[in-house]
């Protein structure tokens, strides 16, 4: 079991910033890509943006040139850099990674248990 931790949220006012971290407790374990996604109240879930290990991010429409992701592999850390929110951005973030265990038959995916964004107009 990985348990990938979710931290950073907030309230925010539109126009502003904050930074999600993820962290995946574990051992013996590489992790290929890390992703983020959201959902907010009767919405179904969304990608946001994914990073591999290798560091090729891709993003949704949405948030580029807004969000910026990156990791470091060290740390088994996903940061995820928010700027220009708006309200429209309010959800619940989840940590999505993909885990390949030392000695496992192939890669499973883990989830955090969220953080709640909020951004104020």
């Known amino acids: 079991q990985v348990q990938p931790v979710e931290s950073g949220g907030g309230l925010v006012q539109a126009g502003g910033s904050l930074r999600l971290s993820c962290a995946a407790s574990?051992?013996?374990?590489?992790?290929?890509?890390m992703d983020w996604y959201r959902q907010a109240p009767g919405k179904q879930r969304e990608s946001v943006a994914g990073?591999?290990?290798?560091?090729?991010?891709n993003y949704a429409d949405s948030v580029k040139g807004r969000f910026t992701i990156s990791r470091d592999n060290a740390k088994n850390t996903m940061y995820l850099q928010m700027n220009n929110l708006r309200p429209e951005d309010t959800a619940v973030y989840y940590c999505?990674?993909?885990?390949?265990?030392?000695?496992?038959?192939?890669?499973?995916?883990?989830w955090g248990q969220g953080t709640q964004v909020t951004v104020s107009s």
């Open positions: 999505a990674a993909w885990v390949q265990r030392v000695g496992g038959v192939g890669p499973h995916q883990y």
């Open positions: 574990g051992s013996a374990f590489s992790i290929p890509a």
């Open positions: 990073i591999t290990s290798g560091g090729t991010t």
